[in-house]
């Protein structure tokens, strides 16, 4: 079965970091790429950012370029969004997707989504 | 692009037809000819599901009573009969090009 789970949110102080991983399991995970999408409380959907089957590419959204990275382990079907100088606004949960081809352009819609992970910037 | 939808609140019958409309801020047709617009649901919960690729194309094992439709900057998804299940949060989402954007959400209540 087709599975992604997300880890690694929780509460965090602004200014600080955090980092979120994406497991994938029932897939050859090399073979696509894989996106995150967040959605504050109450709020709609946000694209985040992807990163290319090989990790060959990345692009992220305005709101996040510059403080969040993203990285991969194709070794351990895991990708990684490592995201630095958090604000409020950054509350949200955390939805990785997997893209249905092997880059992220030019995608055919997302599918499957996570279940998410919660990231609330607080002090 | 921004993605424009509506209505952002539908109430709907059981049994009866309902559509939510999607406009983007440009046209969403690629350089290799495809039109990269889908729509998703959110059930209350629930993390965002497909179920239209492409316009018009039907993800696996989503009923036949949705459909989409529409070309260049103009999009709708139709339930034929709405049913109890289909409660929910609708989005459309364009991913021709980056940053890649959803509509606001179409709530469709019972």
């Known amino acids: 079965q087709v599975h992604l789970v997300e880890s690694g949110g929780g509460v965090v102080q602004p200014g600080r970091s955090l980092r979120l991983s994406c497991a994938a399991s029932?897939?050859?995970?090399?073979?696509?790429?894989v996106h995150w999408v967040r959605q504050a409380p109450g709020k709609g959907l946000e694209w985040v950012a992807v990163?290319?089957?090989?990790?060959?590419?990345?692009y992220y959204a305005d709101s996040v370029k510059g403080r969040f990275t993203l990285s991969r382990d194709n070794s351990k079907n895991t990708l990684y969004l490592q995201m630095n100088s958090l604000t409020a606004d950054d509350t949200a949960v955390y939805y990785c997707?997997?893209?249905?081809?092997?880059?992220?352009?030019?995608?055919?819609?997302?599918?499957?989504w996570g279940q998410g992970t919660l990231v609330t910037v607080s002090s | 692009i921004v993605m424009s939808q509506t209505p952002l609140s539908s109430p709907v019958t059981l049994g009866q037809p309902a559509s939510i409309s999607c406009r983007s801020s440009?046209?969403?047709?690629?350089?290799?000819?495809?039109?990269?617009l889908s729509w998703l649901q959110q059930r209350p919960g629930q993390p965002p599901r497909l179920l239209i690729y492409?316009?018009?194309n039907r993800f696996s094992g989503v009923p036949d009573r949705f459909s989409g439709s529409g070309a260049g900057t103009d999009f709708t998804l139709k339930i034929s009969r709405v049913e109890a299940e289909d409660v929910g949060v609708y989005y459309c989402?364009?991913?021709?090009?980056?940053?890649?954007?959803f509509g606001q959400g179409t709530k469709l209540e019972i």
């Open positions: 997707a997997r893209g249905r081809g092997p880059t992220g352009s030019a995608t055919p819609g997302f599918d499957p």
């Open positions: 029932g897939f050859t995970f090399r073979n696509y790429g």
């Open positions: 990163m290319w089957n090989d990790g060959s590419n990345e």
């Open positions: 440009q046209s969403l047709v690629h350089s290799d000819g495809n039109t990269y």
């Open positions: 492409k316009i018009s």
């Open positions: 989402m364009q991913s021709t090009q980056f940053p890649y954007t």
